[in-house]
């Protein structure tokens, strides 16, 4: 029962992280405020897969998100001045104010079917799902080819980022 | 031997392709040593395909030549192929031969023109489509050569482009051509709807021929005048010989080699090798041999009185066809063609000696300020002389075996109009040729000081090939001899086994009654058309020597007819009026009433129309990357809404 | 035992947050981060239907999807350098090569 009890503050305090910062990271004016509200609303779905007993894939997220993909946006955010976008004041267009009305109409019709809705199949978390090894055998085996895909597809993004970023790459002058 | 016959056509492509792609850089020496010994090693191939040909009996001389498939639609296949028998060997000797020379004598005509090279390009694409016109095995291919000589006419006709005159000589012979064209694919529409309903669906010569039997008297006739039609564009007859006047804004070798030797025979071939059909429709025969006398005797009237040297000849040259066409006409195929060697030669030696007396007169070409040429030039007034001989029929050259043989033959076969017609004509050819030779090589020098300076006499690169055809215009009728001068007619013969018109009835009829002629008769005929021709000597002679006021009291004293022919019948002013200003006006009305009026109207409404739903949805592209991602939203909940439609109620 | 339902509802709301952000948002990196975070409110969604079905299906999937988005990342940050090359900012109103 105290497991239970710890298991829902747990839960309801990182689903509150994780929906205020991602909120907050909407919201920010200052893009490295953005990115490292970011990087907690990451974490904070780290934990929630924790709890979710897939130790592998919370750390993954950790790794991917928070080390990799942050690296990058705050690189690219250094190498851009950004001074002329963080003076913009928030624009108010009807487009903008029809996105958010269908937004949060679409939210509540999630949460209206997801939410209250009986899930069928069986029931409760385990207590460990996708560990190292099982994600390992399963992705030599069962998931041999999209794993080929998936590194074929890492490479081809990885030329296709050093071709972009190449000065002359699209005929303009060099250095 | 039949896979060799491509190489006839295949030098001539080559020599085309060399000069025509690379031949940028070449020296002009280079460029004529290309192009002659292109012609020169296909005339050479035909010859040793002639002595292979003669070695084969005489009625299995026939090869074909299969390159490679052309069309293969549905049931219709057709193949490009050449192929070899008698008469196409005929032509491709007197096609190679005669450019042969031609292309050795242009080099020293052109040597200073700027567009040397373009010129031999042209002519060696020009041997190369007649040779895919002779030897073609098909009307289609035949087509093909038919269509490319008409080309190369065009662009050689318009070779001074520059020159307003040239550039409309050279548009009016292709349209012209036109008009015949359409007549000639008419008729090879004909030909393989007809046949197709028979289960046979080929323009192959054999199969058309051997199949002549299917068509009806109606559709033969039809098919034949259609192809004649063709026939009277390409080779200047009445009433399409309008553009071969004109045409001699070309370069002389031009004027020579296609306006007088080769391609305007194209149309006597062309029916010489349907002698089959030709042979089944009396009623077109009868139409070719008229058209043909008309035009001999209207067009050697015209040249009567003309002044200009090239014009006199190319009036010559239009009547000289027509006696090729009364030969064919008449049904003595053999005539016609033998008369088209004969004429290849001579004709094409007039042109180059008028060339050659071009070149000294530093281009002037009215007789009238000429006379006297005899002494600067005695090469080009010799074997000018030789070739009048022969193209007035004087016994002895070559023009004699050959016309006399065509007007014997429509006395023989009953057509007495189209005999007095040709002889009256014969007369004529022997008055205005010797009235030509008389004004400009005879005479007092009326030329101004300085050209007479000038005067000198051609290089030997002109003037060897003009002796070698002036050696054939005297030699050329040796091969055709009748029987009752002691000869055999082996011409005749050697052409026998393509001629027979089928073993059609009327044809053999015809061959019968010339075959037990009295030989007696053949003299009195003969005899005619020699002192006919002496006539129209001795007339220019006392004209044009003896007594120089006579002709000009002549023409005063019958203005009008000479104004009549000095203008050619008006032929031209007629034409011009009705058709070419006819259909002026009717474009007119098109483009200004229909084309802006109604056409313009609709595509421009249409558009307007299209162009103002265009601004009203273009709105809805706004180019900001968020409404995209907005609309993708909405579709999302659509999509949504839709499947989860009971579980949200 | 916290109820899938409640997983639900945290990513649905995680997914709106993002689908706000991308398109109020103009500028170009933030609206990235918010695509992020559409794919991270998915991902949630994977783990926790994975885990309460007991399959490892969803797991693997939630591994695609990342390796998908590390892709994109670099391919999309790699333009934006070139966005900014080109046109000194990364305004998002300032590309509007689409309009009609």
Known sequence: MAVLIAKWVIFVITSLLAIVSSLLMITRRNTIHSALFMILAFVASAILYLLLGCQFMAMIQIIVYAGAVMMLILFVIMMIDLSKEEKLKMKVTRTKIAGVIVSVLFMLALILVMGLNSVKGKLGALSSIGDAKTIGTLLFTKYLLPFEVASILLLAAMVGAVMLSKKKAFGGEDQ | MASYIWLIPFF????????????????????????????????????????????????????????????????????????????????????????????IYSGGYMHDDPGFRRFFVYLNLFVFSMLILVLSNSFLLMFVGWEGVGLCSYLLIGFWFEKDSAANAGKKAFVVNRIGDFGFILGLFLIVTTLSKHGIWSLNFDVVFKNAELFSPATVTAITLLLFVGATGKSAQIPLYVWLPDAMEGPTPVSSLIHAATMVTAGVYMIARCNVLYSMAPGTMEVVAVVGVLTAFFSATIALVQNDFKRILAYSTVSQLGYMFVGVGVGAFSAGIFHLMTHAFFKGLLFLASGSVMHAMAGELNIQKMGGLKKFMPVTFWVFMMATLAISGIPGFSGFFSKDEILWQSFHRGHIFVWIMGTLAAGLTAFYMFRLTFVAFFGKPRMDEETKHHLHESPKVMTYPMIVLAIASVVGGYVGIPPVLGGSNRFEKFLEPIMGGGGHEAVKEGAHAVAHASASLEFTMMAVSVIVALIGITVAYVFYIKNPELPVRLARGMRGLYTLLYNKYFVDEFYNSVFVQGTKDFATFLWQKVDVGIIDAIVNGVASIVESCGGLIRKLQTGYVQTYAFSILVGGVVVFVYFFWESLF | MIPVQAYFVVSAILFIIGVIGAITRRNAIVVFMSIEMMLNAVNLTLIATSSYLHSIDGVMFVFFVMTVAAAEAAVGLAIFLMMYRKKDTIKLDEFNLLKG
Do not use: C, Y
């Open chain 2, 12 to 103: 001539p492509m080559v020599g085309f392709l060399i000069n025509g792609l690379l031949g940028v850089k070449f020296k002009r020496s280079w460029i004529h040593i290309i192009a002659a010994s292109a012609i020169g090693l296909s005339f050479l191939t035909t010859l040793i395909l002639f002595f292979e040909l003669l070695k084969v009996e005489p009625h299995a001389r026939h090869f074909e030549n299969v390159i490679f498939d052309w069309i293969v639609a549905g049931k219709f296949h057709t193949q490009v192929a050449f192929m070899l028998d008698p008469l196409s060997v005929v032509m491709a000797l007197v096609v190679t031969g005669v450019s042969f020379m031609i292309h």
